[in-house]
């Protein structure tokens, strides 16, 4: 029985379609977008599934062309699974924010689907299995010019170095990859003009895009070919390189969306993103605003956001940085503070002990009652009481000796100091080491020195309390 999209589908008031999300689990990335990390990565359908269909670091990769993709089994697999109606099991990042009443990227891909016509063209693709690219999400490698805290060697060839350098062993809890520092592959797949004259949106990382070449080579040829007035062109960047010559290339474009990475301001900001500045950053957020008076003269061509990493880095000075950069963002033109949970186990709130987290919510009751009632603030505020409510176990304690572990050695390269930003880091090592951290921070070491297909599953051990460790 074949899958007909128009069963989910009804019209708003405007005439357009919608789709029902609760009725059906179906996602269109697999008939309409792409998502490439080059890297020793791969191709996927978008950056939140789990797997992708090719590899470069495979024995033996197959040729990656937007056909071959396709005709994959992994491909093959995840379509069968969304016709039948059902959610993949490595779809779960999606099927939680849904859960959560957030926006999810399968939400987020029926955007593109904008007219009845388009609803055919998509049901066309689904009953032929051809994939038209609609939607690219471009990462081409790795490299940047900073290595935050928070980030790991899969987006950041600066932390590859530094490891490799100093010899730092983090590849326990960040994996293989720390070692990792192949050249990445070209895009070539997706660089002949009937792969990419589809496109409705472009989506850029990296590592950092604007030190990238291929992401100076990708906007050319897409401005080349004349297809920029068709494209919404969304880019994430650290701000510490925005330059005319990058500029230049964001201009002919339906729309452009800059995202700023800025997880606070001044002395906060310097410590998590090594070796930025933060005079450097904001002058160039002025230059940003310079830009967009010159060549944005409907104010709606362009538009920018904020994400901000919420972690045990930057919460304690809440007080220094957090008004200052609600005022960047307006000044800039955004509305949008995007507050992301940090990923990292080891760098989340609630590894801290009850008494920090009290401190962090006293931190927070400072700020102005104005900047309370924004909307990302409640998502701020909710970070800090979802920590606070959440028992506080052994297992939090390892997390939180783990974080000593990695910060510390982090620290001891980069000649800083923790308690310089946040004196209550003291009060929170003296609590670490009434519970057993100097033995921990044994423990992890040896663990390093391991096997190393064995450093991971022994650092979960270690995480759940146990003792015994496999080291061949």
């Known amino acids: 029985m074949s899958f007909n999209i128009r069963d989910y ?6 005439g357009q379609p919608k789709f029902d999300f609760k009725s059906s689990s179906f996602c269109p990335a697999f008939w309409m977008a792409l998502y490439y990390k080059g890297n020793n990565q791969g191709l996927k359908p978008c950056c939140s599934i789990d797997g992708y269909a090719t590899r470069t670091d495979q024995d033996n990769p197959i040729e990656p062309t937007v056909e071959n993709y396709n005709r994959t089994e992994y491909v093959q697999s995840l379509k069968q699974t969304f016709l039948n109606n059902k959610f993949h099991k490595n779809c779960h990042t999606c099927v939680r924010d849904e859960r959560h009443g957030q926006q999810s990227d399968r939400m987020a891909m029926f955007e593109w689907i904008k007219t009845w016509d388009d609803v055919d063209r998509l049901q066309n693709l689904i009953d032929n299995d051809k994939l038209e690219l609609w939607h690219l999400d471009y990462r081409p490698s790795n490299l940047c010019n900073l290595k935050c805290r928070m980030c790991d060697p ?18 326990m809890i960040m994996g293989d990859n720390m070692y990792n520092d192949a050249q990445p592959n070209d895009w070539d797949y997706v660089k002949d003009f009937e792969s990419i004259k589809n496109l409705k949106s472009v989506k850029v990382l990296g590592g950092e895009p604007t030190v990238e070449k291929k992401v100076f080579a990708m906007l050319d040829l897409i401005q080349e070919k004349d297809l920029a007035k068709n494209i919404n062109l969304q880019y994430t960047t650290n701000a510490t390189n925005l330059n005319k010559k990058f500029y230049e290339r964001l201009i002919g474009y339906n729309h452009v969306n800059t995202t700023f990475s800025l997880d606070g301001t001044g002395r906060t900001y310097e410590y998590i993103r090594t070796p930025a500045k933060w005079n450097n950053v904001h002058q160039n957020l002025m230059g940003y605003i310079d830009f967009r008076k010159e060549h944005d003269k409907t104010t709606r061509q362009y538009g920018c956001s904020i994400n901000c990493v919420i972690s045990v880095y930057n919460m304690f000075t809440l007080d220094e940085w957090y008004e200052e950069l609600n005022e960047i963002l307006f000044s800039l033109g955004g509305r949008r503070i995007t507050m992301i949970y940090c990923t990292n186990e080891w760098q989340a709130l609630d590894i801290l002990p009850k008494f920090a987290l009290h401190k962090m919510k006293d931190n927070f009751n400072k700020l102005s009652e104005s900047v309370k009632q924004y909307d990302h603030t409640k998502v701020l505020e909710s970070y800090i009481n979802r920590a606070i409510k959440e028992d506080y176990n052994l297992d939090k304690q390892r997390l939180l000796s783990t974080f000593f572990w990695h910060n510390d050695k982090l620290d001891a390269v980069r000649k800083t100091k923790l308690v310089d930003i946040a004196p209550v880091f003291h009060e929170i090592k003296d609590y670490a080491d009434n519970n057993l951290l100097q033995e921990d921070l044994q423990l992890l070491t040896s663990i390093t020195e391991g096997n190393k297909n064995r450093k991971w599953k022994n650092w979960k051990k270690f995480l759940q309390n146990e003792r015994v460790f496999e080291y061949e």
Do not use: F, R
Request: net charge negative; proline share 0%.
């Open 9 to 14: 589908m009804h019209e708003d008031s405007a």
């Open 154 to 171: 899969v987006n950041s060839s600066l932390i590859v170095k530094e490891n490799m350098q100093n010899d730092l062993k983090l590849d």
